[in-house]
T-cell receptor, first 114, second 112 residues
Framework: AQKVTQAQTEISVVEKEDVTLDCVYE???????LFWYKQPPSGELVFLIRRNSFDEQNEISGRYSWNFQKSTSSFNFTITASQVVDSAVYFCALISSGGFKTIFGAGTRLFVKA | DAGITQSPRHKVTETGTPVTLRCHQTENHRYMYWYRQDPGHGLRLIHYSYGVKDTDKGEVSDGYSVSRSKTEDFLLTLESATSSQTSVYFC???????????FGQGTRLTVV
């Protein structure tokens, strides 16, 4: 069975704090793809990153960074020096080999206070 | 931004009536998806399509049907709406089965 768990339902931080959003996944496939999406208060879903199971290299994009660890089945997302505009719901997602069906976690709602 | 449009954006309907939601894309992407978003559940896949007239069920397909007669259009039909189908519905497209998806703006459906 495939599953994505985002144990943090809500996180509240003060602007400029660093924050890490956790994502733990389950799959029996050796080939799979992991994603993060952002849903700001306006409601649209925005793609942030895609990572395949053979690429464990961490990635940094501006204030965003992602830590992929196959040994712990985790794909965590860190926002450095958070800003109010980072306030959103963040979803972690998984596609296993064979494709088509994306399994989403329940999401983590991030509040960044000024 | 990916060219994907959902209509209507908001709808209120009565229990027992049929409802059709439309997703239209201008990207010529092969794959199209319908999700519903409910608090505490994230997004759950209802149905998806991997080509014209090629569709399959997702994890919450009961009470829903879909059709795709053209590459650009993917219709979701609630055959007889129930209050449990009150939700926000998102259409998504992707050019490959394992790449990122681009989402429409969402349709807020209320069944009273």
């Amino acid at each position: 069975a495939q599953k994505v768990t985002q144990a943090q339902t809500e996180i509240s931080v003060v602007e400029k704090e660093d924050v890490t959003l956790d994502c733990v996944y389950e799959t029996r496939d050796t080939t799979y793809y992991l994603f993060w999406y952002k849903q700001p208060p306006s409601g649209e879903l925005v793609f942030l990153i895609r990572r395949n199971s053979f690429d464990e290299q961490n990635e940094i994009s501006g204030r965003y960074s992602w830590n992929f660890q196959k040994s712990t089945s985790s794909f965590n997302f860190t926002i450095t020096a958070s800003q109010v505009v980072d306030s959103a719901v963040y979803f972690c997602a998984l596609i296993s080999s064979g494709g088509f069906k994306t399994i989403f976690g329940a999401g983590t709602r991030l509040f960044v206070k000024a | 931004d990916a060219g994907i449009t959902q209509s209507p954006r908001h709808k209120v309907t009565e229990t027992g009536t049929p409802v059709t939601l439309r997703c239209h894309q201008t990207e010529n992407h092969r794959y199209m998806y319908w999700y519903r978003q409910d608090p505490g559940h994230g997004l759950r896949l209802i149905h998806y399509s991997y080509g014209v007239k090629d569709t399959d069920k997702g994890e919450v397909s009961d009470g829903y049907s879909v059709s795709r007669s053209k590459t650009e259009d993917f219709l979701l039909t609630l055959e007889s709406a129930t209050s449990s189908q009150t939700s926000v519905y998102f259409c998504a497209i992707s050019d490959s089965g394992n790449t990122e998806a681009f989402f429409g703006q969402g349709t807020r459906l209320t069944v009273v």
